[in-house]
């Protein structure tokens, strides 16, 4: 499955959840228990099995992150092989993207919105350019905006929006420098509270 771009709203809508694709949490809402599509309003309830239920979970999480199936089993297979519980270390990973301490800081709106932006080289990830929006960031790296960015529109009010936003355990940031820093890794309140990761490693343990 490739990355969805058609209206966000709709991706909320299939899942009865929202999955912070828009910045408008409380239009999101509005119709959230309503299926996209024309017969969305008449739609009839259908009882998933055990599998439409571990689907449903993984398929969420990719649109939550914006990754792709190779992508996302990749992520999969290497917390499977890594020690410790394996539903943590794929949520750590996924934690520690990129774009979404990008998104965490505060850089950002939406995820979609940070992945443009590291894709763009508006970052430096430890004084060093960094465009790969799937990187994995480590404790104690870095994260700038880059000081001949700092000036375009789209960050005309970004000091503002790093001081109001409500961060991590694992982060920190000046609002005054740009300039964020990871502190920890990621904990169990930090994770993404829409999807069951361990429905998710379920599904993946069998195929």
Not at 35 to 60: C, D, I, M
Not at 64 to 73: D, L, N
Not at 94 to 100: A, F, G, I, T
Request: glycine letters at 6%.
């Amino acid at each position: 499955m490739g990355r969805n771009i058609g209206p966000k709203n709709k991706i909320a809508r299939r899942f009865k959840a929202n999955l912070g694709l828009k910045t408008n949490a409380s239009k999101v809402a509005r119709r959230l228990n309503q299926a996209p599509g024309v017969h969305g309003p008449n739609q009839r309830r259908v009882t998933l099995s055990a599998f439409g239920k571990q689907l449903l979970e993984k398929q969420k999480a990719k649109a939550v992150y914006g990754i792709r199936e190779k992508q996302f089993r990749k992520y999969v297979e290497k917390a499977s092989a890594m020690t410790g519980d394996s539903g943590v270390n794929l949520q750590e990973m996924l934690e520690m993207r990129m774009d979404n301490v990008v998104y965490r800081l505060g850089f950002a709106t939406t995820r979609a919105q940070a992945r443009q932006f590291v894709s763009h080289s508006m970052f430096l990830l430890n004084g060093k350019k960094m465009n790969i929006p799937s990187h994995i960031a480590r404790v104690g790296d870095i994260i700038s905006l880059k000081p001949n960015k700092q000036k375009k529109q789209i960050f005309e009010n970004v000091s503002d929006r790093l001081q109001a936003r409500e961060l991590p355990s694992w982060a920190s940031v000046d609002a005054a420098t740009k300039i964020g820093k990871i502190l920890a890794k990621p904990t169990s309140k930090d994770f993404e509270r829409v999807y069951d990761v361990k429905l998710i490693t379920e599904y993946y343990s069998t195929r």
